[in-house]
């Protein structure tokens, strides 16, 4: 046996430990899965409505703002469960980020009746400064190792 075969039983070995490895990172964090099912349960959400026409707002030609104002909101509450759940516990800041520019972008399409008096066309440079501002914020008062 050459220098570069492994034997059959370290493959098996490390193949288990490589399997173990990938359900304990699930168990470990068990929200990314519940935000990944809360995102397929939205869209079929925001198409049943539009489908349906239930709601009143939500019509095929804006369902894909409804959508992107429902994967914002996830995305932030996602972010709040990591900061309030010690177990949980990520860095959170592009999640925030994320949230708010998918929620304005997603109200700039959805035609809102609230939003009528604020056009979100001349606003929306707000966005990148918001980030800016967060993205600063976030270095500033990051915890010194």
């Known amino acids: 046996m050459s220098q570069y075969e492994k ?6 070995e490390e193949k288990g430990d490589q399997d173990q490895t990938i359900e304990e990172k699930w168990a470990r964090d068990p929200l990314g899965t519940a935000v990944g099912a809360l ?6 959400l925001v198409m049943l409505a539009a489908n349906t026409g239930i709601t009143g ?11 992107l104002m429902g994967l914002g909101a996830i995305f932030l509450l996602e972010a709040l469960i990591r900061l309030v ?12 980020i994320g949230g708010i520019v998918l929620i304005l972008v997603g109200a700039g399409g959805a035609s809102l009746p609230f939003l009528q008096q604020f056009d979100i066309s001349k606003w929306w440079p707000l966005i990148p400064i918001l980030a ?9 008062f990051r915890p010194r190792r």
């Open 7 to 12: 034997p059959e039983k370290e493959e098996k």
């Open 39 to 44: 995102v397929l349960i939205w869209l079929g």
């Open 57 to 67: 707002l939500v019509e095929w030609s804006n369902m894909w703002a409804w959508f």
């Open 85 to 96: 759940i010690p177990e949980f516990r990520r860095p959170v800041v592009g999640r925030i």
């Open 132 to 140: 800016g501002v967060l993205i600063l914020l976030g270095g500033l």
